[in-house]
Protein backbone atom coordinates (compact mmCIF):
# COMPACT_ATOMS: atom_id res chain seq x y z
CA UNK A 1 0.00 0.00 0.00
CA UNK A 2 2.32 2.73 -0.90
CA UNK A 3 0.18 6.46 -1.06
CA UNK A 4 2.95 7.88 0.19
CA UNK A 5 5.59 6.41 3.11
CA UNK A 6 8.58 8.17 5.24
CA UNK A 7 11.58 5.86 5.39
CA UNK A 8 12.14 7.31 9.39
CA UNK A 9 9.21 8.17 11.07
CA UNK A 10 11.08 9.66 13.92
CA UNK A 11 12.08 12.90 11.50
CA UNK A 12 8.43 13.83 11.04
CA UNK A 13 6.53 16.38 13.81
CA UNK A 14 4.99 14.21 16.44
CA UNK A 15 1.35 14.75 17.36
CA UNK A 16 0.60 15.45 20.88
CA UNK A 17 -1.07 13.20 23.07
CA UNK A 18 -4.09 14.86 24.60
CA UNK A 19 -3.89 14.75 28.07
CA UNK A 20 -7.46 13.11 29.04
CA UNK A 21 -6.51 14.02 32.81
CA UNK A 22 -7.22 17.45 32.71
CA UNK A 23 -11.16 18.36 33.93
CA UNK A 24 -13.63 18.54 30.59
CA UNK A 25 -11.53 16.90 28.55
CA UNK A 26 -12.79 13.38 27.54
CA UNK A 27 -11.94 10.42 25.53
CA UNK A 28 -14.67 9.90 22.37
CA UNK A 29 -15.84 6.37 23.08
CA UNK A 30 -17.43 4.04 20.81
CA UNK A 31 -21.06 4.28 19.47
CA UNK A 32 -21.21 1.73 16.63
CA UNK A 33 -19.03 -0.52 14.57
CA UNK A 34 -20.12 -1.71 11.06
CA UNK A 35 -19.10 -3.96 8.53
CA UNK A 36 -19.37 -2.94 4.93
CA UNK A 37 -21.37 -4.81 2.40
CA UNK A 38 -19.62 -5.36 -1.33
CA UNK A 39 -20.70 -4.42 -4.05
CA UNK A 40 -20.13 -3.23 -7.92
CA UNK A 41 -20.05 0.86 -8.93
CA UNK A 42 -19.77 2.03 -12.55
CA UNK A 43 -18.79 -0.77 -15.52
CA UNK A 44 -18.23 -3.11 -12.81
CA UNK A 45 -15.34 -2.19 -10.09
CA UNK A 46 -15.84 -3.73 -6.95
CA UNK A 47 -16.37 -1.43 -4.19
CA UNK A 48 -17.68 -1.48 -0.46
CA UNK A 49 -20.20 0.40 0.86
CA UNK A 50 -18.68 2.10 4.27
CA UNK A 51 -21.60 4.20 5.15
CA UNK A 52 -24.07 1.15 4.61
CA UNK A 53 -26.97 1.34 7.63
CA UNK A 54 -25.87 4.10 9.38
CA UNK A 55 -27.83 6.97 9.66
CA UNK A 56 -27.15 10.32 8.06
CA UNK A 57 -27.26 12.29 11.02
CA UNK A 58 -24.51 10.67 12.44
CA UNK A 59 -22.59 11.15 9.82
CA UNK A 60 -23.52 14.79 8.28
CA UNK A 61 -21.87 16.50 6.32
CA UNK A 62 -20.67 13.29 4.59
CA UNK A 63 -23.30 11.53 2.90
CA UNK A 64 -21.45 8.32 1.14
CA UNK A 65 -18.21 6.57 1.09
CA UNK A 66 -16.91 3.83 -0.77
CA UNK A 67 -13.77 2.18 -0.73
CA UNK A 68 -12.66 0.92 -4.48
CA UNK A 69 -10.83 -2.45 -4.49
CA UNK A 70 -8.05 -3.78 -3.10
CA UNK A 71 -8.18 -5.09 -6.36
CA UNK A 72 -5.09 -6.75 -8.66
CA UNK A 73 -6.53 -6.81 -12.08
CA UNK A 74 -5.80 -8.83 -14.86
CA UNK A 75 -4.85 -7.28 -18.06
CA UNK A 76 -7.93 -5.95 -19.82
CA UNK A 77 -10.02 -5.96 -16.28
CA UNK A 78 -9.84 -2.35 -15.17
CA UNK A 79 -12.97 -0.66 -15.53
CA UNK A 80 -14.38 2.79 -14.22
CA UNK A 81 -18.04 4.67 -14.75
CA UNK A 82 -19.67 6.03 -17.87
CA UNK A 83 -19.95 9.69 -18.08
CA UNK A 84 -22.73 10.91 -15.04
CA UNK A 85 -23.77 14.15 -13.63
CA UNK A 86 -23.85 15.33 -9.71
CA UNK A 87 -24.89 18.53 -8.40
CA UNK A 88 -25.04 19.88 -4.65
CA UNK A 89 -21.90 18.01 -3.00
CA UNK A 90 -18.26 17.30 -3.53
CA UNK A 91 -16.60 14.34 -4.74
CA UNK A 92 -13.52 13.37 -2.79
CA UNK A 93 -11.04 10.39 -4.51
CA UNK A 94 -7.75 9.06 -2.57
CA UNK A 95 -5.86 6.70 -5.07
CA UNK A 96 -4.13 3.91 -2.17
CA UNK A 97 -2.78 2.57 -5.50
CA UNK A 98 -2.80 2.26 -8.94
CA UNK A 99 -3.92 5.63 -11.31
CA UNK A 100 -7.28 6.87 -12.52
CA UNK A 101 -8.09 9.33 -14.65
CA UNK A 102 -10.78 11.99 -14.74
CA UNK A 103 -12.48 14.49 -17.04
CA UNK A 104 -15.46 17.00 -16.64
CA UNK A 105 -17.63 19.01 -18.67
CA UNK A 106 -16.32 22.16 -17.23
CA UNK A 107 -12.99 20.88 -19.56
CA UNK A 108 -11.17 20.29 -15.92
CA UNK A 109 -9.28 16.69 -15.35
CA UNK A 110 -6.03 14.97 -14.96
CA UNK A 111 -4.61 11.94 -13.65
CA UNK A 112 -4.25 10.37 -10.05
CA UNK A 113 -2.38 7.99 -8.95
CA UNK A 114 -0.46 6.36 -5.06
CA UNK A 115 -1.46 9.28 -2.45
CA UNK A 116 -2.63 11.93 -4.92
CA UNK A 117 -6.42 13.49 -4.17
CA UNK A 118 -8.75 14.53 -7.01
CA UNK A 119 -11.48 17.01 -4.85
CA UNK A 120 -14.61 18.39 -7.54
CA UNK A 121 -16.84 20.27 -6.25
CA UNK A 122 -20.29 19.43 -8.51
CA UNK A 123 -21.67 22.64 -7.07
CA UNK A 124 -24.56 24.01 -9.50
CA UNK A 125 -24.38 20.90 -11.75
CA UNK A 126 -21.65 19.17 -14.05
CA UNK A 127 -20.81 16.34 -16.13
CA UNK A 128 -17.51 13.68 -14.80
CA UNK A 129 -15.93 10.51 -15.94
CA UNK A 130 -13.52 8.12 -14.20
CA UNK A 131 -11.64 5.68 -15.78
CA UNK A 132 -7.81 3.62 -15.15
CA UNK A 133 -5.53 4.80 -17.83
CA UNK A 134 -5.22 2.91 -21.40
CA UNK A 135 -1.66 1.24 -20.09
CA UNK A 136 -3.30 -0.48 -17.36
CA UNK A 137 -6.31 -1.56 -18.45
CA UNK A 138 -3.23 -3.11 -21.15
CA UNK A 139 -0.92 -4.64 -18.47
CA UNK A 140 -3.48 -4.87 -15.52
CA UNK A 141 -2.28 -4.26 -12.10
CA UNK A 142 -3.24 -3.13 -8.20
CA UNK A 143 -5.99 -0.63 -7.52
CA UNK A 144 -7.09 0.60 -4.57
CA UNK A 145 -8.82 3.88 -4.00
CA UNK A 146 -11.68 5.86 -1.91
CA UNK A 147 -14.11 7.95 -2.71
CA UNK A 148 -15.93 10.34 -0.34
CA UNK A 149 -18.72 12.23 -1.20
CA UNK A 150 -19.34 15.82 1.04
CA UNK A 151 -22.30 17.72 1.15
CA UNK A 152 -22.39 21.24 0.64
CA UNK A 153 -24.03 23.80 2.39
CA UNK A 154 -27.91 24.94 1.46
CA UNK A 155 -26.08 28.31 0.43
CA UNK A 156 -22.85 27.16 -1.79
CA UNK A 157 -25.00 24.06 -3.32
CA UNK A 158 -25.11 26.26 -6.58
CA UNK A 159 -21.18 27.43 -6.41
CA UNK A 160 -19.61 27.39 -9.93
CA UNK A 161 -17.94 23.38 -10.26
CA UNK A 162 -14.07 23.47 -9.62
CA UNK A 163 -11.29 21.08 -9.15
CA UNK A 164 -8.86 20.63 -6.49
CA UNK A 165 -5.82 18.55 -7.65
CA UNK A 166 -4.22 17.64 -4.30
CA UNK A 167 -1.17 15.87 -4.83
CA UNK A 168 0.66 13.05 -2.52
CA UNK A 169 3.41 15.05 -1.42
CA UNK A 170 1.22 18.44 -0.45
CA UNK A 171 -0.60 16.73 2.82
CA UNK A 172 0.87 17.19 5.69
CA UNK A 173 2.99 14.33 7.34
CA UNK A 174 3.36 13.77 10.94
CA UNK A 175 3.53 11.02 13.58
CA UNK A 176 1.88 9.52 16.78
CA UNK A 177 4.23 10.22 20.32
CA UNK A 178 5.32 6.59 19.72
CA UNK A 179 6.77 7.14 15.91
CA UNK A 180 4.53 4.29 15.10
CA UNK A 181 2.21 5.98 13.00
CA UNK A 182 1.78 8.07 9.87
CA UNK A 183 -0.40 10.55 9.56
CA UNK A 184 -1.04 12.26 6.30
CA UNK A 185 -3.56 14.68 6.74
CA UNK A 186 -5.49 15.39 3.26
CA UNK A 187 -7.64 18.14 4.76
CA UNK A 188 -8.34 20.09 7.97
CA UNK A 189 -5.72 20.21 11.34
CA UNK A 190 -4.44 17.58 13.58
CA UNK A 191 -2.05 18.83 16.08
CA UNK A 192 -2.07 22.01 14.82
CA UNK A 193 -0.78 20.77 11.66
CA UNK A 194 -3.15 21.84 8.31
CA UNK A 195 -3.83 19.53 5.06
CA UNK A 196 -3.99 20.99 1.58
CA UNK A 197 -7.53 20.67 1.17
CA UNK A 198 -9.94 24.01 0.72
CA UNK A 199 -13.79 23.02 2.58
CA UNK A 200 -17.10 24.63 2.52
CA UNK A 201 -18.14 23.09 5.89
CA UNK A 202 -15.04 22.62 8.37
CA UNK A 203 -13.89 19.36 8.21
CA UNK A 204 -10.86 16.86 8.56
CA UNK A 205 -9.47 14.11 6.15
CA UNK A 206 -6.67 12.12 7.21
CA UNK A 207 -4.91 8.33 6.17
CA UNK A 208 -3.07 6.87 8.88
CA UNK A 209 -0.60 4.01 8.86
CA UNK A 210 -0.07 2.38 12.12
CA UNK A 211 2.83 -0.76 12.59
CA UNK A 212 1.82 -4.02 14.76
CA UNK A 213 1.43 -2.56 18.14
CA UNK A 214 1.45 1.46 17.44
CA UNK A 215 -1.27 3.27 18.90
CA UNK A 216 -2.47 7.00 17.68
CA UNK A 217 -4.36 9.23 20.09
CA UNK A 218 -5.07 12.00 18.76
CA UNK A 219 -6.86 15.86 19.70
CA UNK A 220 -10.23 16.09 18.18
CA UNK A 221 -12.23 19.06 17.52
CA UNK A 222 -15.01 18.96 19.76
CA UNK A 223 -17.63 20.35 17.09
CA UNK A 224 -16.91 17.91 14.61
CA UNK A 225 -18.17 14.11 14.69
CA UNK A 226 -15.72 11.49 14.10
CA UNK A 227 -15.23 8.57 11.64
CA UNK A 228 -13.03 5.75 11.31
CA UNK A 229 -12.88 3.72 8.42
CA UNK A 230 -10.51 0.62 8.32
CA UNK A 231 -8.76 -0.03 4.88
CA UNK A 232 -6.94 -2.94 6.04
CA UNK A 233 -5.47 -4.23 9.02
CA UNK A 234 -6.37 -5.38 12.95
CA UNK A 235 -6.53 -2.63 15.68
CA UNK A 236 -9.10 -1.38 18.32
CA UNK A 237 -10.65 2.13 18.90
CA UNK A 238 -12.24 4.17 21.35
CA UNK A 239 -11.75 4.12 25.01
CA UNK A 240 -13.01 1.22 25.06
CA UNK A 241 -10.07 -0.48 23.17
CA UNK A 242 -13.26 -1.86 20.49
CA UNK A 243 -11.80 -4.47 18.17
CA UNK A 244 -12.04 -3.39 14.59
CA UNK A 245 -10.80 -5.28 10.92
CA UNK A 246 -10.83 -4.35 7.22
CA UNK A 247 -14.21 -3.10 5.55
CA UNK A 248 -15.70 -1.77 9.00
CA UNK A 249 -16.48 1.76 9.93
CA UNK A 250 -16.86 2.84 13.76
CA UNK A 251 -19.06 6.23 14.33
CA UNK A 252 -17.38 7.58 17.79
CA UNK A 253 -19.78 9.64 20.20
CA UNK A 254 -18.57 13.15 21.68
CA UNK A 255 -15.53 14.09 23.05
CA UNK A 256 -11.79 16.01 22.67
CA UNK A 257 -9.59 13.27 21.66
CA UNK A 258 -9.73 9.96 19.90
CA UNK A 259 -7.77 6.55 19.48
CA UNK A 260 -6.39 3.28 17.64
CA UNK A 261 -4.05 1.00 18.07
CA UNK A 262 -3.09 -1.81 15.99
CA UNK A 263 -2.92 -5.52 17.03
CA UNK A 264 0.88 -6.45 17.45
CA UNK A 265 -0.04 -9.50 14.68
CA UNK A 266 -1.35 -8.69 11.50
CA UNK A 267 -1.68 -10.81 8.31
CA UNK A 268 1.45 -11.35 5.86
CA UNK A 269 -0.50 -9.50 2.59
CA UNK A 270 -1.73 -5.90 5.23
CA UNK A 271 1.11 -5.67 7.29
CA UNK A 272 -0.18 -2.24 9.39
CA UNK A 273 -3.27 -1.19 10.28
CA UNK A 274 -4.42 1.49 7.66
CA UNK A 275 -7.68 3.78 8.64
CA UNK A 276 -9.07 6.53 7.10
CA UNK A 277 -10.51 9.61 9.68
CA UNK A 278 -13.14 11.69 8.90
CA UNK A 279 -14.59 14.60 10.83
CA UNK A 280 -17.05 17.32 10.02
CA UNK A 281 -18.94 20.08 11.69
CA UNK A 282 -22.74 18.68 10.69
CA UNK A 283 -25.10 21.19 8.75
CA UNK A 284 -28.05 19.60 10.15
CA UNK A 285 -29.97 21.01 6.64
CA UNK A 286 -32.94 18.89 5.02
CA UNK A 287 -31.17 15.77 3.03
CA UNK A 288 -32.89 15.22 -0.29
CA UNK A 289 -30.52 12.64 -2.28
CA UNK A 290 -31.51 11.19 -5.34
CA UNK A 291 -28.71 9.29 -7.52
CA UNK A 292 -26.06 11.94 -8.25
CA UNK A 293 -27.87 14.38 -7.00
CA UNK A 294 -27.87 15.18 -3.38
CA UNK A 295 -29.92 18.74 -2.57
CA UNK A 296 -32.17 20.11 0.42
CA UNK A 297 -35.78 18.84 -1.19
CA UNK A 298 -37.21 16.06 -3.62
CA UNK A 299 -38.30 19.14 -5.66
CA UNK A 300 -34.61 20.36 -6.37
CA UNK A 301 -33.81 16.92 -7.11
CA UNK A 302 -36.65 16.61 -9.74
CA UNK A 303 -35.33 19.67 -10.97
CA UNK A 304 -31.47 18.77 -10.97
CA UNK A 305 -32.85 15.44 -13.39
CA UNK A 306 -34.77 17.72 -15.47
CA UNK A 307 -31.93 19.73 -16.27
CA UNK A 308 -29.61 16.81 -16.52
CA UNK A 309 -31.24 15.75 -19.44
CA UNK A 310 -31.93 18.86 -20.72
CA UNK A 311 -28.43 19.43 -21.05
CA UNK A 312 -28.24 22.36 -18.80
CA UNK A 313 -25.55 20.20 -16.72
CA UNK A 314 -22.90 20.84 -19.49
CA UNK A 315 -22.08 18.38 -22.38
CA UNK A 316 -19.41 15.95 -22.81
CA UNK A 317 -16.32 17.37 -24.61
CA UNK A 318 -15.89 16.55 -28.18
CA UNK A 319 -12.39 15.53 -27.32
CA UNK A 320 -13.27 13.13 -24.32
CA UNK A 321 -16.57 11.18 -26.52
Known amino acids: MPALTVADLTVLPR ?4 DDARVGVTERG ?30 DPFVHMDQMGE ?5 GEPKGTPWHPHRGFETVTYIVDGTFEHADSHGGGGSISNGDTQWMTAGGGVLHIEKPPEALVVSGGLFHGLQLWVNL ?6 VQPRYQDLRAGQAALLTSADAGAL ?3 IAGEIGGHAGPGSTYTPMTMAHASLEPGAQLHLPWDPEQNALLYVLSGDGTVGAERRPVRTGQL ?6 ESLRVAADPGQDGRHPKLEVVLLGGRPLREPVAWGGPFV ?4 QEVREAMVDFHA ?3 GSIPAERV
Open 30 to 59: VRSVTTAPQGYEGEGFPVRRAFAGVDLALL
Open 250 to 255: VVFGPG
Open 183 to 185: VRV
Open 311 to 313: GRL
Open 15 to 18: IPEP
Open 153 to 158: PRAQKW
Open 295 to 298: MNTQ
Open 71 to 75: VEYAP
